[in-house]
């Protein structure tokens, strides 16, 4: 019977407990911190809401992708 090839992750990371991926974590949180604190504090005039929208979306694209980065590893 042949081997299994295995997957090899360290283009992710170099191991679970690498700096790097430590490092991500900490992006992680902060990136969840500034949404949140973006949500408690909506655009009150509207000429606001274009910016806030912006910056919105940005964070949580760059949330969704270090999550995906981090759970695939």
Known sequence: ???LPVWNLTALYPKIDSPEFSR???RL???REEILTLE???PRLPQEEAPWLE???TL???FTDLFEELYAF
């Open 55 to 57: 910056r919105f979306i």
């Open 29 to 31: 949180e902060a990136h």
């Open 24 to 26: 991500d974590l900490e």
């Open 1 to 3: 019977m042949k081997q």
């Open 40 to 42: 408690k504090s909506p």
């Open 60 to 62: 949580f694209n760059k």
